[in-house]
């Protein structure tokens, strides 16, 4: 599938081994233009879902509503160092192959800031990876590739999990 005519292509990674195989395949099969671009991006988990973990009011009268301001900073520091080897390991992908990509990190929901920085980017492709997931937990859960098919304004490539 290799075109010379993508200026701006997309590729979402979240640690999986899809997401990453994604990577691969975009690395292995796509060809840029010679001013285009590959962006390796990652959507961290809201930090109001971290904020959210503090643990519960102390009993017998004690203050209540009290925010405890390390544990939301270890979290969010635990959400960096994850981000970091994720970044990591898709540079190590892209050396194989001698290609300088780009990398773009967001926070929020997947699914919303994957579709938004695909559109900000004006992107020609989006690629990414699809876990196996059985049908009650993509009922529940949700599926990011799914919802991206349907709401981004390119051409979405989902390489799938076995």
């Known amino acids: 599938m290799a075109t010379g005519n993508l200026a701006s292509v997309v590729v979402a990674v979240d640690g999986s081994e899809e997401s990453m195989n994604a990577l691969r395949w975009a690395l292995g099969n796509l060809r840029l233009r010679p001013d285009g671009e590959l962006v390796v991006l990652h959507v961290q988990p809201p930090p109001n879902i971290a904020a959210g ?35 990591e390991h898709a540079f190590k992908i892209c050396s ?11 926070v929020g929901d997947p699914k919303e800031k994957i579709c938004e920085a695909t559109a900000n980017r004006n992107a020609d ?34 390489i799938k999990g076995t």
Do not use: D, W
């Not at 643990?55 to 981000?83: C, D, L, N, Y």
């Not at 192959?97 to 990190?105: Q, R, S, Y």
């Not at 529940?140 to 590739?145: E, K, M, N, P, R």
């Open 125 to 158: 492709l989006l690629v990414m990876g699809c876990r196996a997931i059985g049908p009650l937990q993509r009922m529940f859960l949700g599926s990011v590739s799914n919802y991206c098919i349907n709401h981004v304004g390119c051409p979405v490539v989902v």
């Open 96 to 106: 194989e192959k001698n290609l300088e990509v780009k990398t773009e990190v967001i």
């Open 53 to 87: 973990l503090n643990p519960a009011p102390i009993p017998f009268g004690g203050p209540s509503g009290v925010e405890v301001p390390a544990f939301t900073q270890a979290i969010e520091a635990h959400q960096r160092r994850i981000t970091q080897a994720i970044l």
